[in-house]
């Protein structure tokens, strides 16, 4: 099987790259991979690849003659991508450069598929999900961590105001369609705002659902929570685990933005070596038996057993880098007065992997503390990494 990674360079790239030549049984896969190399430090993932049968090229998926020059595959995983949310609004990158990388990426790449009658499998993200309902959840803080309340408080009979601050009457988060305090499922509303970069996502996903019902090829959409693990280039718009552990461990100064300036706030946590078998069994599946009805669209995620506030991660850092001043830069309690906000924030965002459990048996392997040892382990070996990266 000939497979392209597109972004093969980039930290989900490369990982996935190496976790699928690990697993696989012959020297049946072949893998191509495409950079432009735009993420600072990629090319430091090129030689590692190449010594592994990579085939490497030097080009952008925005420019169809690049891909062209590839010739026939089987598969493309889509993983080329400017991911940050903060894309296109925060000054450092043009919102044409991140529609054209993205979403016209995306549809050379489909073109593509469609001459080849390749299969395509895209790596979306949670971003895709509603934004005024996630900020506006309801939350309550326990072991320095937010949380959506239990049930019964939410149902409790009192009439409080929730506590978040919130500018309109707020839907209580069991009403929500798609929420549970397992996580948010693939029924959450997309309805916008859901950022630039969500925009970006979420019309490709309707781009390759449409082209491979129209000229007949697989396509399976793969919306991943957040990833983390070793060789990350974590900055702290995108790759936060990774800025976060790199940056105690380098002793840099941190702070924690918006809410309540604690860093109360919860994410998921994935390694993407963990896609791997998932993404096995979906390009074994290029004939569908007709009539079956495998979702193509599925959350992956670390889930609620991986989640972690940031303030949880810095208890963490402290224990693992003892010596680091960075802890000195944080906030105690009575210190905080008012909190940066920033666009796009989220208090609570955990995606619930069920629908991946029930049709594909798919389950995240690798645990949350295994992640952040991994990526410490790393940051010891790689003392400068943030200068490298960010
Ligand atoms: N990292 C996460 O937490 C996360 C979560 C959800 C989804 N994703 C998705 O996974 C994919 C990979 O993310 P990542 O974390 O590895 O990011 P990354 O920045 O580490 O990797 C992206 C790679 O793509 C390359 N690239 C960018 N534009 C390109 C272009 N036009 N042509 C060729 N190469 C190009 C970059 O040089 C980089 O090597 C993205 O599509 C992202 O949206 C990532």
Redesign the pocket.
């Known amino acids: 099987m000939n497979i392209l990674i597109?972004?093969i360079?980039?930290?989900?790239?490369s990982t996935v790259a190496e976790a699928l030549l690990d697993q696989a049984a012959s020297s049946d896969l072949t893998i191509t991979g495409?950079?432009?190399?735009?993420?600072n430090g990629?090319w430091l993932n090129r030689d590692r690849l190449q010594a592994r049968g990579v085939r490497i090229l030097h080009?952008?998926?925005?420019t169809a003659a690049d891909l062209e020059a590839i010739g026939p595959f089987d598969w493309v995983i889509?993983?080329?991508?400017?991911?940050s949310v903060l894309a296109g609004v925060d000054g450092k990158s043009s919102t044409r450069q991140l529609v054209e990388?993205n979403l016209g990426?995306t549809i050379n790449l489909l073109e593509a598929c469609k001459r080849w009658k390749a299969g395509f499998i895209l790596?979306?993200?949670?971003r895709v999900y509603s934004i005024p309902p996630l900020a506006n959840l309801e939350v309550e803080v326990q072991d320095r961590a937010f949380h959506p309340p239990s049930n019964n408080q939410e149902q409790g009979t009192n009439n409080e105001e929730p506590r978040t601050k919130n500018q309109e009457p707020r839907t209580r988060n069991q009403e929500l369609p798609g929420f549970s305090r397992s996580g948010i499922s693939e029924s959450f509303s997309t309805a916008p705002p859901v950022s630039l970069y969500g925009s970006t996502?979420i019309t490709s996903e309707l781009l390759a659902l449409e082209y491979g019902l129209t000229f007949d090829f697989p396509v399976w959409i793969n919306r991943?929570?957040?990833?983390?693990g070793a060789r990350?280039?974590g900055k702290p718009d995108?790759?936060i685990f990774a800025f976060w552990l790199h940056s105690w461990r380098e002793g840099r100064p941190l702070k924690y933005i918006g809410f309540d300036g604690l860093g109360h706030q919860v994410r998921d946590c994935l390694h993407p070596r963990d896609l791997a078998p998932l993404l096995v069994k979906q390009m074994a599946t290029k004939n569908q038996e007709p009539g079956t009805t495998t979702p193509r669209v599925i959350n992956l995620s670390g889930g609620l057993a991986s989640t972690m506030s940031l303030r949880q991660l810095s208890d963490w850092c402290t224990e693992r880098f003892p010596d680091s001043p960075t802890r000195d830069f944080l906030p105690p309690v009575a210190e905080v007065l008012k909190p940066e906000v920033r666009p796009f924030d989220l208090p609570w965002v955990v995606l619930d992997h069920s629908l991946a459990t029930e049709t594909w048996g798919w389950k995240p392997t690798t645990s949350v503390t295994d992640i952040l040892e991994e990526i410490a382990d790393f940051a010891d070996q790689n003392p400068d990494w943030i200068a490298v990266s960010a």
């Open positions: 597109t972004g360079c980039g930290f989900v790239g495409i950079d432009n190399f735009s993420r990629s080009g952008d998926i925005r889509d993983a080329a991508a400017n991911p990388n990426g790596l979306s993200t949670s996502k991943c929570g957040v990833m983390a990350q280039f995108q790759g």
